[in-house]
């Protein structure tokens, strides 16, 4: 049963770069059938789409986020990563990694989630 | 970009109870929707995808349905479980969700 689990830093100040690491767990990261990717919720909201990525490493991102999220895959690591630059308190929420279908059609699983906080 | 809206935001009932959840797009979405569930403290399940495909794993008391703009999120008989906020998403064009239903106990 493929398992995904967040790391990374609970607190960032703000102006600096967020990072956080997915660890895949129980498959691989090397399939052409699915993307990996990246959502938020600031506490107390809705949901919001980062971006996702393929093996090959196309990334898929919101424009909302004007360019500041990069998403990277460590295939033999089995891993991918978020890096968010020049975070502000707007940044604080809790971040899922997530699977999606190449459809694009599906969110399944999702890790745990990780607070990040945003705060001097 | 596609807005989704979520009508009630909360919903009120009684366990055994249906409830009838509904999303609404902006613009058409042909069946790229999918429904997910939330309870505190927990990551989003995926509940319905394809607008009316459950998920490995979802009792049949869960059923979806719609095409285009409405779709409907149905739980035919409420168990004590089942009350938690809900989000339908789209893919039609970027990714977007709604912003939630709240299903509470009456």
């Known amino acids: 049963q493929l398992q995904l689990q967040e790391s990374g830093p609970g607190l960032v100040k703000p102006s600096e770069t967020l990072s956080l690491t997915c660890t895949v767990s129980g498959g691989s990261v090397s399939s052409s059938l699915y993307y990996w990717g990246w959502i938020r919720q600031p506490p107390g909201k809705g949901l919001e789409w980062i971006g996702h990525?393929?093996?090959?490493?196309?990334?898929y991102n919101n424009p909302s986020l004007r360019s500041r999220a990069t998403i990277y895959v460590d295939t033999s690591k089995r891993q991918f990563s978020l890096r968010l630059s020049s975070v502000t308190a707007a940044d604080t929420a809790v971040y899922y990694c997530?699977?999606?279908?190449?459809?694009?059609?599906?969110?399944?699983?999702w890790g745990q989630g990780t607070l990040v906080t945003a705060s001097s | 970009e596609i807005v989704l809206t979520q009508s009630p935001a909360t919903l009120s009932l009684s366990p055994g109870e249906r409830a009838t959840l509904s999303c609404r797009a902006s613009?058409?979405?042909?069946?790229?929707l999918a429904w997910y569930q939330q309870k505190p403290g927990q990551a989003p399940r995926l509940l319905i995808y394809?607008?009316?495909n459950r998920a490995t794993g979802i009792p049949a008391r869960f059923s979806g349905s719609g095409s285009g703009t409405d779709f409907t999120l149905t739980i035919s008989s409420l168990e004590p479980e089942d009350f938690a906020v809900y989000y339908c998403?789209?893919?039609?064009?970027?990714?977007?969700f709604g912003q939630g239903t709240r299903l509470e106990i009456k």
């Open positions: 613009q058409s979405v042909s069946s790229y």
């Open positions: 998403q789209q893919r039609s064009n970027s990714i977007t």
């Open positions: 997530v699977r999606l279908t190449v459809a694009g059609t599906r969110f399944d699983p």
């Open positions: 990525i393929s093996y090959g490493g196309n990334t």
């Open positions: 394809d607008a009316s």
